[in-house]
């Protein structure tokens, strides 16, 4: 199967939205499986410490921190890590790596030997794969990251071009596990910084370069809600005039560019017009921190803030919430079910994973007595 460079582009399309949590890494192997015909994609970060690499091989027990799989192998993640790491061919004879390394099963080991051991037999068939290719390289001095492509004996093994392929996508899923991670660890910093950003009257909604909004603050929520210039609207930020949603487009396309210069200067300053009569809000538009971790165009982020030259006392959302028994979290994940097309999107919107959106809609459908949206909707303010 030939890989264009079109198909390329989407599985690395696919590998970032899976490590903002847009798809699940599990659908993402599932693509790369597919485009390189292979029976079964694994991905694996190990936390291995750098003096390990003073050990033989065969006693490094490395200790899972993440593990993805493109099918349902029942346990074999704890299977492997308990065990079959001892039986892996590519442990044995590749040390743990501190540049890229990349296999063919005959390059390490006889095939026949292979299909005569435990690891082949207890895992290799039930994962319907004979020929392997193994990405292994240091993702920082404690964790290895180890991506694998297998297909099945009945199939041929990896050709040159396919290899450079899958070289490259790795080095893709190494920067997405980084912004994963990163993004993780900044989580609280996050909530703390758009709290702040509350406190001093600033509406704060963060964005990618479509205005697909990923996280937002209490008074952007409540400024989305008034109808007075801007919207939410699946998802997405949304000016009510042309040409000022024209204005947000053009500066996020400007200032997310591929180009370093997009980054520097000042903020972009845009006027929202309001059908109120009331003076513009002033909206500044700057990339991200994050910006410098994405190496591509797919998930540049931007921070807009909104600033109210007229600020007047609105009735805070939040105390709709607190009236109604519901926590901080619970009423955000109410407000912006109760305005999107599916759990789903409230999980992008907030950037939280889907379990918790599911959680969290039991819990305020248990607290509010409800079992629809509709219901839910017709309680919240501004959306009747």
């Known amino acids: 199967m ?22 699940t890494w599990r659908a993402a192997l599932r693509s790369i499986a597919a485009a390189f015909d292979a029976s079964f994609a694994a991905l694996a970060l190990e936390r291995c410490e750098l003096w390990q690499l003073r050990l033989d091989p065969a006693e490094v027990t490395p200790v899972p921190v993440a593990a993805h799989l493109s099918t349902d192998l029942d346990n074999f993640i704890e299977r492997y890590f308990a065990y079959y790491h001892r039986l892996d061919p590519f442990r044995i004879s ?12 005959q390059d390490v080991c006889d095939p026949r030997d292979f299909a005569k051991s435990e690891y082949y037999r207890d895992f290799a068939r039930e994962a319907d794969s004979f020929h392997l290719a193994r ?17 099945d004996e009945t199939a041929v093994p990896l050709d040159d071009l396919e290899i450079a392929r ?46 697909k909004i990923v996280r937002m603050n209490a008074l952007a929520e409540t400024l989305s809600s008034t109808a007075d210039g801007l919207t939410v609207r699946a ?18 396309a400007q200032r997310l560019g591929e180009e370093e210069e997009s980054h520097a200067g000042p903020p972009t300053v845009i006027a929202v017009e309001r059908p109120s009569g009331a003076r513009p809000y002033l909206a500044e538009v700057t990339p991200f921190e994050f910006e410098v971790y994405w190496s591509t165009g797919i ?34 994940v109410a407000r912006t079910l109760a ?41 919240i303010p501004g959306l009747r």
Do not use: C
């Not at 590749?94 to 099963?105: D, M």
């Not at 959680?359 to 409800?370: N, Q």
């Open 235 to 252: 998802g997405k930020l949304v000016l009510d005039s042309g040409q000022g949603q024209r204005g947000l487009l053009q500066a996020l």
């Open 166 to 211: 899958f070289d490259s996508l790795t080095t893709h899923v190494i920067r997405g596990l980084k912004v994963e991670r990163h993004v993780t660890q900044m989580g609280a910093t996050m909530d703390a910084a758009f709290e702040a950003l509350d406190q001093i009257g600033r509406a704060a909604f963060l964005v990618d370069r479509n205005a």
């Open 299 to 332: 998930a540049a982020t931007a921070l807009i803030t909104i600033n109210d030259p007229d600020p007047r006392p609105i009735q805070s959302l939040s105390e709709w919430g607190k009236a109604l028994g519901l926590t901080r979290g619970e009423w955000r």
């Open 2 to 23: 030939v890989i264009d460079r079109q198909a390329f582009d989407g599985l690395v399309e696919q590998v970032y939205r899976a490590s903002t949590g847009e798809i």
């Open 339 to 379: 305005s999107s097309r599916d759990e789903g999107e409230v999980a992008q919107t907030l950037g939280i994973s889907l379990n918790t959106v599911k959680t969290h809609r039991k819990r305020i459908y248990a607290k509010l007595g409800i079992n629809r949206r509709a219901e839910l909707t017709a309680m």
């Open 94 to 105: 590749v040390p743990i790596a501190f540049s890229p390394t990349i296999q063919r099963l």
């Open 135 to 151: 990405f292994t390289s240091r993702l920082d001095s404690k964790l290895q990251l180890k991506l694998a492509l297998n297909r």
